[in-house]
């Protein structure tokens, strides 16, 4: 396991995956499951994932849920209005200290105290789940079930988000992990790229790719909530989306809901007599309902199957509701949510310029994908032979998100992996309008000249399809501090952007200096999550250098005397709506790791009162008059401890359900003081013949030792006084073990042990460190005594050869040296 990991955070469930050396492995949960459910439960301590699950429907008004629906959004945006009236919990208006539209904020109940947090916030906390559960598991891989889960929290991320998710969305994603105290998030990456990128490195290994002809792949993914249409082009090493269009809104809870609400019609025309109410305004009925409904669904998925029985045990009003829906029914009531799977597929084929024949595949991913009548209508709309899944419909997009972050991780060398982005909104600049036209005052966009084509004070700077991370600029000419602002462009198609949907994306305030006017570049960049941001303001001026100076970047010539530019960095200050300034960010901080702190102290609080539980249930049979613990205690301790235990449990039913963990741990010390001896002697009894022969065999072993090793040669450097040494030690400790042997033996279970197990073990370790240095100490190395070597007589030297001459000059040779000379 590593700490580089990418989350899919859907709208019912969530996917944490974690790349590793052998690959990517999707990481399962406590209960051994790969999906999470996406909800947040509050109450004395927060429940998360499957925890909160159990309650969603009992305490549906502090379970929260949908956040990837309402994350980043205006309150009084229409999508946060239309996805409120689909939650049970309630929803109010966050103000921001920097103004401008509400967040959406939940009231909650936590620890018996009102909250409102923005729901960017229980986004955090669910990232922040999928961590300690990546953590748990790295955790228990090292073999430490119980170490600090700080120390396996993964530090790198990438998380998954919709390709419709505006500046705004994604922003509050970051912010979310920021209150949530999640460092490391390297990226936030479209699902449908997650999905195209964990397609593309699998055909890549198996080298199915072409270089010269790339391979047009679609992808089909139909969530809980949202439909997908993409098409990738892919060549070894690299991919590029071509094209992706969605429907926002259309996805598998539209398909539960449904066969809801025809549950709810038939349910009020069986019952309408008898019920007060309709079910459609009680959310807990709904709630039932729309689990039904799911049910249902996915047994109407498969292929051949005809009907689904569906079984509601007091629905409402006490009332009971049994009744079966047929397969061709439920096509013909989703026949309107059928028809909405045309367009963003017709879309993409005609933007990507491709028709079905094209494709290499078609791969589908989504959990809704698996219904029948979904799969066949695309097959038809495409008019190929089936649809392909290669991949794992839930667990894709994790393993895609996984593969960037191990791309991008420092902590792993992975071969580089191109990622051609596209963008899915057309963003453009506006700055302050000036009198004029753009010729006089100088726009440039992008290095193009001034034309009547510009307009005098905006210009679509990023348009639809453009790769993301870029910089882009505009050069204006100002005097004084002035204003550029960024937004979708309204006029362009803005491809499911509803009405009333916030069109912001951010406001600068440059600080130029007053006087003359200058040359003021603006440098925007769309960074690697797609969000909008000022790079840099400059203010650019030619100045005249001397003869000789280096002519820098756009330096021109005048002369012999050379104009260099000269670039000066301004000022600037950002505001964007919804956006969470650093004082409110580490506030919500706060107010996380407050809430942390409860949970742990509910934790601990319900892992005491456990303990408590265990020992009086498992003490309780233990000391039963058939049971081996009941012989080592005495009748009056017995009877003490079970009126004892007695008196504790009542306790804890009545007064105690709500006791906190000091006074759990209290009764619990109160209840081992009493059966605490009880099991000290049943111990002692266990574990004192295995301690005791281990001790006599020891003294045996040295005993025999001394005896059998006295006067060999091998011992010679030992004294007479250190065999006498182990000798008597054995001796002492072997009367030592009879004389407790003797008294142990006089003595009844149901009394405390003459001697201790603890006690024999010291007695081992006495004479151990007392024998072992004896028997073990090494003979001494014999002495050596240098001796001087008698110096050999010097040979006399030997007469000079003659030879032929060499040079004019002779070589000089020290007495002794030899010169040897070719012949």
Not at 165 to 186: F, H, N, P, S
Not at 522 to 548: H, P
Not at 715 to 741: G, P
């Amino acid at each position: 396991m590593s700490s580089v990991v990418g989350v899919d955070i859907g709208l019912h469930n969530s996917v944490i995956a974690a790349a590793g050396r052998g690959g990517v492995d999707v990481i399962l949960n406590g209960n051994s499951n790969r999906l999470n459910p996406t909800m947040v439960g509050f109450d004395q301590a927060r429940k998360m994932g499957e925890t909160a699950s159990s309650g969603a429907v009992s305490q549906y008004k502090s379970t929260v849920k949908n956040m990837k629906r309402l994350v980043g959004l205006a309150f009084d945006d229409s999508r946060a209005q239309k996805e409120m009236k689909l939650v049970p919990f309630e929803c109010v208006p966050m103000k921001h200290s920097l103004g401008g539209p509400d967040s959406v904020g939940v009231k909650v109940n936590a620890a018996g105290e009102e909250r409102i947090l923005p729901v960017e916030s229980v986004m955090g906390m669910i990232i922040h789940h999928m961590g300690l559960i990546a953590a748990k598991k790295m955790a228990e891989a090292s073999g430490n079930h119980k170490a600090d889960l700080k120390g396996f929290f993964p530090q790198d991320w990438v998380i998954a988000v919709p390709s419709y998710y505006t500046d705004a969305q994604k922003r509050g994603v970051l912010t979310g992990c920021e209150i949530a105290g999640i460092q490391g998030v390297q990226r936030l990456m479209h699902e449908n790229t997650a999905t195209a990128l964990a397609y593309g490195i699998f055909k890549d290994i198996r080298k199915e790719f072409e270089k010269e002809k790339p391979t047009n792949v679609m992808f089909i993914d139909m969530g809980a909530s949202a439909y997908t249409v993409t098409i990738t082009a892919f060549e070894p090493g690299k991919l590029t989306n071509k094209s992706s269009y969605y429907d926002a809104d259309l996805g598998g809870r539209d398909f539960d809901l449904v066969i809801a609400n025809w549950l709810a019609d038939k349910f009020v025309e069986k019952f309408a007599k008898k019920l007060s109410g309709k079910p459609h305004s009680k959310p807990k009925v709904m709630l039932k309902l729309l689990a039904a409904a799911e049910k249902a669904k996915k047994t109407l998925s498969p292929q051949g199957v005809k009907e689904a029985s569906i079984n509601l045990e007091c629905l409402m009003e006490d009332l009971d509701f049994h009744i079966k829906l047929k397969a061709t029914e439920y096509e013909k009531m989703c026949a309107p949510l059928i028809a909405r799977l045309e367009a963003p597929i017709k879309k993409t084929l005609e933007e990507a310029k491709l028709s079905p024949s094209d494709l290499a595949s078609v791969e589908v991913i989504g959990g809704s994908t698996r219904i029948g009548f979904i799969k066949k209508r695309i097959v038809d709309i495409l008019k190929v032979d089936s649809l392909s899944t290669t991949m794992n419909a839930d667990e894709a997009v994790a393993r895609g998100a996984a593969l960037q972050s191990a791309i991008l991780s420092p902590r792993f060398k992975v071969l580089p992996y191109e990622i051609v982005e596209i963008n899915p909104y057309p963003i453009k600049l506006a700055w302050d309008e000036e009198k004029g036209s753009s010729s006089e005052k100088g726009i440039e966009v992008d290095g193009e000249a001034d034309g009547a084509a510009l307009p005098t004070n905006s210009v679509v700077m990023f348009d639809r399809g453009l790769n993301f991370p870029i910089v882009r600029r505009v050069t204006l000419r100002r005097d004084g501090d002035f204003k550029v602002t960024s937004s979708y462009d309204k006029a362009a198609p803005a491809f499911g952007f509803e009405e009333g949907a916030t069109e912001d994306i951010a406001e600068w305030t440059i600080k130029a200096p007053k006087g003359d006017e200058k040359k003021i570049r603006v440098n925007v960049k769309q960074d690697i999550n797609g969000i909008i941001q000022l790079s840099t303001a400059q203010m650019v001026e030619e100045v005249e250098g001397e003869e000789g100076d280096k002519k820098e970047e756009e330096g021109k010539e005048e002369g012999e005397k050379k104009k260099k530019v000269k670039k000066t960095n301004l000022d600037f200050t950002i505001t964007r709506p919804l956006d969470w300034t650093k004082e409110e960010i580490n506030k919500l901080h706060e107010t996380e790791v407050e809430l942390a702190n409860q949970d742990r102290i509910v934790s601990e609080t319900a892992d005491m009162r456990n303990d408590l539980e265990s020992y009086i249930y498992d003490m309780r049979d233990k000391l039963t008059s058939d049971s081996q613990l009941a012989g080592f205690g005495t009748d009056s301790e017995k009877e003490a401890f079970n009126k004892k235990q007695e008196e504790v449990d009542n306790w804890l039913y009545e007064d105690g359900f709500d006791a906190t963990k000091s006074v759990y741990a209290g009764k619990l010390a109160e209840l081992k003081k009493v059966g605490g001896p009880i099991e000290a002697r049943a111990r002692e009894a266990e574990f004192r013949p295995n301690a005791v022969a281990s001790l006599q065999k020891n003294v045996e072993k040295y005993k025999k030792w001394a005896t059998d090793s006295q006067g060999e040669e091998k011992y010679s450097h030992l004294t007479e006084e250190e065999f006498t040494k182990v000798h008597t030690t054995c001796d002492k400790i072997s009367s030592w073990v009879y004389d407790m042997l003797d008294k142990q033996g006089s003595l009844g279970q149901n009394v405390d042990p003459a001697f201790t197990v603890a006690q024999v073990n010291v007695k081992n370790t006495e004479l151990t460190n007392v024998c072992s240095p004896v028997m073990h100490r090494p003979k001494p190395k014999p002495m050596k005594v240098d001796i001087p070597k008698e110096e050999k007589p010097k040979e006399e030297a030997k007469p000079e050869e003659k030879s032929e001459p060499m040079d004019t000059e002779e070589a000089p040779k020290a007495d002794g040296d030899k010169m040897e000379v070719d012949e």
